[in-house]
């Protein structure tokens, strides 16, 4: 009398088995469906505004020059500026891209700061106030033209990070995208940093103009053995 309830029983079990693979099949199509959108999404809301970069391209371009006709001697801010420039312009897949552009922008933002707290006497300059206000009114301008992308790669993101969907987002070989990094948030991520190498380099030539030899911590200590 109890064979028909075991059967009973293993025939309930195949059934489970077979429901929660076919549930797990179902839910893998979806996400993988879905990723594949919103990658879709990320990448063309990315082409439409990438082009309007060029404009800031040539601002940078412009910028230099006044500092140079100003005889302002930045030159490591400014070959930063340019180089990241450069790197973010020749490149070709359109998420590396982003993360160049990225990188430009923290270069970029950090050579107005230094411009902005060492050299005030560029505000007399029309031609350097003119520049800098269009670069800000063009970064502000990218920013809104990015926020449909970065509400893309949210999403895809958050696919590719949380469980269980990551595990799909693995198998297919989906990998998380940058996001577009805003003018603000640029500003808040370089200030601490360029504060710090205004104060080293004030510090430095404070020391050069008592005549003195900057030392590192170690060579002191090294000199009191």
């Not at 595990?167 to 200030?191: D, L, S």
Request: aromatic share 8%; glycine share 2%.
């Amino acid at each position: 009398m109890n064979i028909p309830d075991v059967n009973y029983s293993s025939t309930l079990i195949i059934e489970a088995v077979v429901v929660a693979v076919l549930v797990f099949l179902v839910y893998g199509l979806i996400v993988y469906i879905r990723l594949d959108i919103l990658k879709q999404k990320a990448r063309d809301e990315l082409v439409t505004f990438l082009p309007m970069l060029n404009e800031r391209y040539d601002l940078l371009t412009d910028l230099c020059a006044c500092v140079k006709e100003n005889k302002i001697s930045e030159k490591k801010f400014t070959t930063a500026a340019i180089q990241r420039r450069d790197i973010a312009r020749e490149s070709t897949s359109p998420f590396a891209h982003v993360a160049s552009e990225n990188a430009f922008s923290a270069a970029l933002m950090r050579l107005l700061i230094i411009l902005r707290k060492e050299h005030r006497e560029l505000r007399r300059d029309l031609w350097y106030v003119d520049t800098a206000k269009k670069l800000e009114k063009c970064s502000d301008a990218l920013d809104e033209a990015a926020e449909n992308y970065n509400s893309a790669v949210k999403s895809y993101n958050g696919l590719v990070e949380i469980w269980p969907s990551r595990y799909v987002a693995k198998h297919r070989g989906y990998k998380k995208i940058p996001a577009f990094m805003t003018w603000k948030e640029t500003h808040n991520r370089v200030t601490g940093t360029a504060h710090a190498e205004l104060s080293d380099k004030r510090r430095s030539l404070k020391l050069g103009e008592n005549g003195k030899t900057k030392i590192t911590k170690k060579e002191e200590h090294a000199s009191k053995l």
